[in-house]
Nanobody, 124 residues
Framework: QVQLVESGGGLVQAGDSLRLSCAAS????????MGWFRQAQGKERGFVAA????????YYADSVKGRFTISRDNAKNTVSLQMNSLKPEDTAVYYC?????????????????WGQGTQVTVSS
């Protein structure tokens, strides 16, 4: 079992920044790639960013590339998502997840453990 707890969401204005954090416990954190997904109201959950076990490889959705940065600290069992130049279309609930099945970083079916989510709202 893995427990994930996200934090850092909130209400901001367009152009502002937020940093989301995800604290993991329960298994050896460094054994797994990690990902961030988001789900806007009325839409399916979609891929945002992912990071490899060592942190050496990162992946981004086109919509956030150049604005968001994913990172991890294996000593602290945390993964973070730095979000800059936020836009109203970034409004969603953001989830971190464990890529246990390795079906492809953008495939949510490969992620077996999910946090409870944190709301990000960007006003125009």
């Amino acid at each position: 079992q893995v427990q994930l707890v996200e934090s850092g969401g909130g209400l901001v204005q367009a152009g502002d920044s937020l940093r989301l954090s995800c604290a993991a416990s329960g298994r050896t954190f460094s054994n797994y790639g990690m990902g961030w997904f988001r789900q806007a109201q009325g839409k399916e959950r979609g891929f945002v960013a992912a990071i490899s076990r060592s942190g050496g490889n990162t992946y981004y959705a086109d919509s956030v590339k150049g604005r968001f940065t994913i990172s991890r600290d294996n000593a602290k069992n945390t993964v973070s998502l730095q979000m800059n130049s936020l836009k109203p279309e970034d409004t969603a609930v953001y989830y971190c997840a464990v890529d246990e099945l390795r079906l492809g970083v953008t495939n949510p079916k490969g992620y077996t453990y999910w946090g409870q989510g944190t709301q990000v709202t960007v006003s125009s």
